[in-house]
């Protein structure tokens, strides 16, 4: 009896130069953080010299509405300077919730956490193996170098479709090909996972050493 209803993200600023306050004010992910900022700021007012990082707050932040209020909501404490600057951080910084919201609002680490813990245990290994990709990567190309005697395509197959039937992965039509993508956001968010388990090094050793391991982007830290 239940319907999905797939929200799209706010829509942010293109990484080009942007020429005035008016055409940033245009998008709808501006709207929110300078909405938010205002009522967080008193006499808080958006300036020219203020779009470049506004913009990269937007676009880092996927355009989510949770993470942008959040962001918002440490002008005080950081200014927008800081907030940029503090972006590599972000399940530190985002964490000034409503204090009405419910427990999974009040950070962003608590609403990953809370899809999470609703995955099964193939589902989480297969999400935290994916973010080694940086990019867009098709489906055949995360069976090619993740399928192992316990990862077996199959399963890898229905996890990934699993995962983006649960929003944690987007899927991009493009040329008749279809594409899975991380958010910013939920990326760093596995990332973060597969290093405190152990396993990133030995996931990115496997991956180099597979057919498309010369072909997929993965990020060495």
């Known amino acids: 009896g ?6 799209p993200p706010l829509v942010v600023p293109p990484a ?31 300036r020219e010299q203020d779009l470049t990082a506004v913009g990269e707050i937007c676009r880092r932040l996927d355009g989510l509405p949770l993470a942008i209020e959040l962001a918002a909501a440490q002008i005080d404490a950081f200014a927008l300077v800081g907030l940029q600057a503090q972006l590599d951080n972000c399940f530190q910084l985002l964490t000034q919730g409503r204090r009405t919201a419910v427990p999974r609002h009040q950070t962003l680490k608590a609403a990953l956490d809370w899809s999470y813990e609703r995955l099964s245990p193939i589902e989480q290994t297969v999400l935290q193996h994916l973010a ?65 388990n152990g396993a990133l090094r030995d996931v990115e050793r496997r991956y180099a050493r597979s057919p498309s391991g010369g072909q997929v982007a993965f990020q060495l830290v």
């Open 16 to 46: 080009c130069e942007l020429q005035s306050v008016a055409q940033v004010m245009g998008y709808s992910a501006v709207q929110l953080f300078v909405s938010r900022a205002r009522a967080r700021q008193q006499g808080f007012v958006l």
């Open 2 to 7: 239940e319907t999905v209803v797939r929200l």
């Open 132 to 196: 080694v990709f940086q990019k867009a990567f098709t489906l055949d190309t995360a069976i090619d170098v993740m399928s192992s005697a316990v990862l077996l395509p199959d399963r890898v197959r229905n996890a990934v479709e699993r995962l983006a039937l649960k929003s944690l992965l987007s899927l991009e039509q493009g040329s008749g090909v279809s594409r899975y993508r991380f958010l910013n956001t939920t990326r760093t968010y596995a990332l973060e996972k597969l290093e405190r």
